[in-house]
């Protein structure tokens, strides 16, 4: 069966330290993975989309991997602070062939906690 | 910025009741998604929308749904009878290009008594 999943359990670092996420996949064929941040009660806000045929993207504090054969993405957020406090979301853009549509297909989420 | 809009921010209505929701996309953008996220749950897909017509459906949007680009800016989601399973945020999604950057709305949560 197709699955996404991302850690299941909060993550709890302090402030200053390096938050990392985990996204794994089955049984799908993403052209593009983005991560999302979401803060309670609002809309996904974007943050990095990595290619298929990218390894790494950064910006900023962020820096994202993409292991199309582990079929797994990280996401790190460096030097973390009390306001990257929100829910992060992985999202799967799949290839369709001919049929290319942009559907998202969203995780779960891991909330992660920044305590100063 | 540019952003994306959606109305109402709460909505609450009667079973079998019928319901609007509207979002203005980004002006340039081409493509235009609805979501819906059930508390506590994943952020799901419902349709995309482009030139016009429905690219893609999920299985969760029924004959009870149905979507709308009455004017060129105004993107709409109607529920044309509630159940109470429709209780939940919908988000409206617009994207320049396909696969670049979807922006979301803040959302609208629909509480269906």
């Known amino acids: 069966s197709q699955k996404i999943e991302q850690n299941s359990e909060a993550l709890n670092i302090q402030e200053g330290k390096t938050a990392t996420l985990t996204c794994n996949y089955t049984?799908?064929?993403?052209?593009?993975l983005q991560w999302y941040r979401q803060d309670p009660g609002r809309g996904p806000v974007f943050l990095l989309l990595?290619?298929?045929?990218?390894k790494e993207k950064r910006k900023e504090r962020l820096k994202v991997t993409f292991d199309t054969t582990l079929k797994q993405s990280l996401f790190h957020i460096t030097a973390s602070q009390p306001a990257d406090s929100a829910t992060y979301l992985c999202a799967l853009d799949l290839r369709h062939g001919s049929s290319n549509t942009g559907k998202l297909i969203f995780g779960q989420g891991t909330t992660l906690q920044v305590k100063p | 910025e540019p952003e994306v809009t959606q109305t109402p921010s709460h909505q609450v209505t009667q079973m079998g009741q019928e319901v609007i929701l509207r979002c203005v996309p980004i002006?340039?953008?081409?493509?235009f998604y609805w979501y819906r996220q059930i508390l506590g749950q994943k952020v799901e897909f419902l349709v995309s929308?482009?030139?016009?017509?429905?690219?893609?459906k999920s299985e969760i949007f029924d004959d009870q749904f149905s979507v709308e680009r009455p004017d060129g800016s105004n993107f709409t989601l109607k529920i044309r009878s509630t159940k109470l399973e429709d209780s939940a945020m919908y988000f409206c999604a617009s994207s320049e290009h396909l696969r670049k950057t979807q922006y979301f709305g803040p959302g609208t949560r629909l509480l269906v008594l």
């Open positions: 049984n799908y064929s993403p052209a593009y």
């Open positions: 002006s340039n953008h081409l493509y």
């Open positions: 990595i290619r298929e045929n990218e």
């Open positions: 929308f482009y030139n016009n017509e429905i690219s893609e």
